[in-house]
């Protein structure tokens, strides 16, 4: 899949002054105790609306929070509170109904009104076809009520919900500056990508990792990185290391060591590692790990060779932290490779939830990081690595 911009259409092709536009967000953030915390997504999204306000569009936001079921399933009040920050608007404890619907008919140009979570309707999350969801109630009540549809919520893309994909059928469609800019970062590093291309992959995650490899390598990847849990399996896999393997880890061993066959010298492992002594941080060689010993980041070492690696790269692609980021003693392998990847020439491209909240943690301002992009989504960001189509950018595409 090989994604130009020339395909959509932007807010720079629509005349929304006066026009209601309905422009899907993504305000989906982490809750703690009940408190929804500011997350970037909020802030980015937040300048595509305050840009549609200044153009003096009558902007609605679409937005869901959590998964019905979930501690993190809530209204949207707080969220609306977060944005309040950034851009002035109304909160409305509804979605279709006759409050929501008068709100919207009730906005004059530049004002901004916030729907509840989207979620809350069962018509969001049902498995039907764009086609499909354009028929449905939630869509044909609001899109009634609009001239313009705006997607800027890359990380819901790989969902074909309602809000996501419904809409865009109805009616005028294009993308916000968010998604514009992810779709132009992904489609950099990975469909237009320089060589040498370099995979950093690490987390917790195997079978998620094992994907990318399996995709990078059938591409022809000059180097794949393993850190984090990932590195500490295909150590484990190729016999380098004892390590105590959970009944549920034995198809990943297993898979781990079919990759390794295949990549050969393209794959690189840790050459040393981090361990836990006394409540300090040692590094001990890969011949000192002893059975069942947790490792809990890479070495310094590892971190001298990945970083020489990456120096040499013209393309960085990195997902998942190298080791146990939460721990100060334990984040310094993910410091060093953020560090390699900020100081480095390469265009990088950075992903995955766990990632950003990584270079969150460690205290890394993005905004430092020249030619270096952080994607801000989870599940559209790997199956975008992956090659895979995702239905809320293809509703979007030109016809």
């Not at 915390?37 to 549609?52: D, F």
């Not at 990847?341 to 460690?362: C, K, N, P, R, Y």
Request: with cysteine; hydrophobic share 40%.
């Amino acid at each position: 899949m090989s994604e130009q911009l020339s395909d959509f259409l932007t807010i720079d092709d629509f005349d929304v002054e006066g026009k209601t536009v309905l422009f899907r967000a993504d305000l989906n953030s982490v809750v703690i105790n009940g408190r929804v915390q500011m997350k970037e997504r909020i802030e980015e999204n937040a300048k595509t609306i305050r840009e549609l306000s200044e153009k003096k569009a009558k902007v609605v936001i679409l937005a869901h929070q959590g998964r019905a079921g979930g501690d993190d399933f809530l209204p949207l009040e707080q969220h609306a509170q977060l944005l309040r920050n950034f851009v002035d608007l109304r909160y409305i404890d509804d979605i279709i109904g006759p409050a929501a619907r008068e709100g919207i008919k009730n906005l004059n140009a530049g004002e901004v009104l916030l729907l509840d979570n989207v979620r809350m309707l069962a018509e969001e999350t049902l498995d039907k076809t764009p086609e499909e969801h354009a028929k449905s109630v939630f869509v044909r009540k609001l899109a009634s009520l609009a001239d313009i549809y705006i997607n800027d919520a890359f990380s819901v893309a790989h969902r074909s919900h309602a809000s996501v994909v419904g809409f865009p059928k109805v009616l005028d469609a294009g993308i916000g500056r968010l998604m514009e800019r992810e779709l132009r970062a992904l489609e950099r590093a990975v469909h237009s990508m320089k060589r040498p291309c370099v995979y950093v992959l690490g987390g917790a995650k195997p079978e998620e990792v094992f994907d990318i490899m399996d995709f990078a390598l059938e591409r022809g990847m000059d180097s794949i990185l393993t850190t984090g849990v990932i590195g500490s399996l295909f150590l484990y896999a190729k016999g380098v290391i004892p390590l105590k393997v959970d009944k549920h880890l034995f198809e990943s061993v297993d898979r781990a060591r079919r990759i390794a066959e295949r990549g050969g010298r393209r794959i690189k492992y840790p050459w040393d590692v981090a361990i836990e002594v006394d409540g300090k941080r040692e590094e001990i060689s890969l011949e000192e790990v002893k059975p069942n010993q947790p490792i809990y980041d890479i070495g310094e070492k590892t971190c001298e060779k990945y970083r020489e690696i990456i120096k040499n790269a013209k393309t960085v692609i990195m997902k998942g932290p190298a080791g146990l980021y939460e721990k100060e003693a334990f984040a310094k392998g993910t410091k060093e490779i953020f560090k390699a990847i900020s100081d480095s020439d390469a265009f990088s491209l950075l992903g995955g939830g766990h990632t950003s909240a990584a270079i969150s943690e460690v205290g890394m301002d993005k905004r430092e990081m020249d030619n270096v992009h952080v994607s801000l989504a989870g599940g559209a960001f790997l199956r975008y690595l992956l090659g895979k189509s995702l239905p809320g950018i293809e509703v979007l595409r030109k016809h």
